[in-house]
């Protein structure tokens, strides 16, 4: 069975920065894409952050770009987002989601900013 | 940006009948490869979004038959067959043809 299981949220405040780590099983990390989602208070979906198989490429929004890092360690079976300077408007839940043929998303974790 | 626009639903729906959402793209989702990149998921209150349809028409295992995926390359319906307590939530279509990779804004269904 495919788990992804989000962790490292909390409250923090602005500029601070907060990594994020999603440790993945029931399927082979190494070839897949892993991607974070994130989705503010009672708001809809929105991408954050892209990394391929073997972690040679990333994508990012103009949102996030230049403050976050996607990274993920094939070896642990477990993806990073390294998000620094926060801001208040990046408080939301953070998922994780890995794409195969279809996507499998974990259960979310949620990260605050605010003084 | 591919921008994607969903439609909203004449809620609430009555059980037992069926409901249709709507989703376009700003671009055509249809690769070379045949496939659209496509997605629906289902948000229930509290839980994270659920896989019910990718490649814009393959269900994903688990998931009921009453729920079933068309469209052409920017035009997309997802179609739920007599409506139950368990479908209410927001339904979110999603491409990943490109990036950045973008969502709609979602439909609410709620049930009579």
């Known amino acids: 069975e495919v788990q992804l299981v989000e962790s490292g949220g909390g409250l923090v405040q602005p500029g601070s920065p907060l990594k994020l780590s999603c440790a993945a099983s029931?399927?082979?990390?190494?070839?897949?894409?892993l991607n974070w989602i994130r989705q503010a208070p009672g708001k809809g979906l929105e991408w954050v952050a892209s990394?391929?198989?073997?972690?040679?490429?990333?994508y990012y929004p103009d949102t996030v770009k230049g403050r976050f890092v996607v990274s993920k360690d094939n070896a642990k079976n477990t993806g990073y987002l390294q998000m620094n300077n926060l801001r208040s408007e990046d408080t939301a839940m953070y998922y994780c989601?890995?794409?195969?043929?279809?996507?499998?998303w974990g259960q979310g974790v949620m990260v605050t900013v605010s003084s | 940006d591919i921008v994607m626009t969903q439609g909203a639903l004449p809620n609430p729906v009555p059980s037992g009948e069926s409901a249709s959402i709507t989703c376009q793209s700003s671009?055509?989702?249809?690769?070379?490869?045949?496939?659209?990149?496509l997605n629906w998921y289902l948000q229930r209150p509290g839980q994270s979004p659920q896989l019910l349809i990718y490649?814009?028409?393959t269900r994903a295992s688990g998931v009921s038959d009453r729920f079933s995926g068309s469209g052409s390359g920017t035009d997309f319906t997802l179609k739920i067959s007599s409506v139950e307590a368990e479908d209410v939530g927001v339904y979110y279509c999603?491409?990943?043809?490109?990036?950045?990779?973008?969502f709609g804004s979602g439909t609410k269904l709620e049930i009579k």
């Open positions: 999603q491409q990943f043809l490109e990036y950045p990779l973008t």
């Open positions: 490649w814009m028409s």
């Open positions: 990394i391929n198989p073997d972690g040679s490429s990333t």
């Open positions: 671009k055509s989702l249809l690769h070379s490869n045949g496939k659209t990149y």
């Open positions: 989601a890995r794409r195969a043929a279809r996507w499998d």
């Open positions: 029931g399927f082979t990390f190494s070839s897949n894409w």
